[in-house]
C-alpha cells in the first residue's frame, strides 16, 4: 500500500517562499504521475504541477509557473515543491497526489484529482499580504 506524507507547510508573508516535502512508503516498482494540488476554501482542487516519474520535465500550473519547481530524490523516495515567492492566492491545503501508470508519459486526464489513487494528509500554506 502506497502511502504519502508530506510536510514542509507553514505561513509566511507574501514574497516569501516554502518548500513543500512529500514522502512516498510502500513504493513499488514502476512508473507513477506525481502530483501537487491545493485546495482553499470554498474552492477546486486544482492540480498545481505534474511529473511523470520516469521523465524530468514538470508541468505547472499559469498561476506557479516561474514561481514554483517541482523535483524528485528518487534516492530518498521524495518529492519537492519549492514555492517561492509566494502571494497571499497560493495560501490553501497542499496535497500530494500518485498514481501509477504503464505508459511512459502522464496526459492530460492527470490535470483532475479524481485520476489519482493515492493522496497524502495535506500541508496547510498560509501566505499574509
Known amino acids: 500500500q502506497v502511502q504519502l506524507v508530506e510536510s514542509g507547510g507553514g505561513s509566511v508573508q507574501a514574497g516569501g517562499s516554502l518548500r513543500l516535502s512529500c514522502t512516498v512508503y510502500?513504493?513499488?516498482?514502476?512508473?507513477?504521475?506525481m502530483a501537487w494540488f491545493r485546495q482553499a476554501p470554498g474552492k477546486k482542487r486544482e492540480v498545481v504541477a505534474l511529473?511523470?516519474?520516469?521523465?524530468?520535465?514538470?508541468y505547472y500550473a499559469d498561476s506557479v509557473k516561474g514561481r514554483f519547481t517541482f523535483s524528485q530524490d528518487n534516492a530518498k523516495n521524495t518529492l519537492y515543491l519549492q514555492m517561492n515567492s509566494l502571494k497571499p492566492e497560493d495560501a490553501a491545503m497542499y496535497y500530494c497526489?500518485?498514481?501509477?501508470?504503464?505508459?511512459?508519459?502522464?496526459?492530460?486526464?492527470?490535470?483532475?484529482?479524481?485520476?489519482?489513487?493515492?493522496w497524502g494528509q495535506g500541508t496547510q500554506v498560509t501566505v499574509s499580504s
Open positions: 510502500g513504493y513499488t516498482s514502476g512508473r507513477y504521475c
Open positions: 497526489a500518485a498514481d501509477p501508470v504503464g505508459v511512459g508519459y502522464c496526459g492530460s486526464a492527470y490535470l483532475r484529482p479524481e485520476e489519482y489513487d493515492y
Open positions: 511529473i511523470y516519474t520516469g521523465g524530468d520535465s514538470a
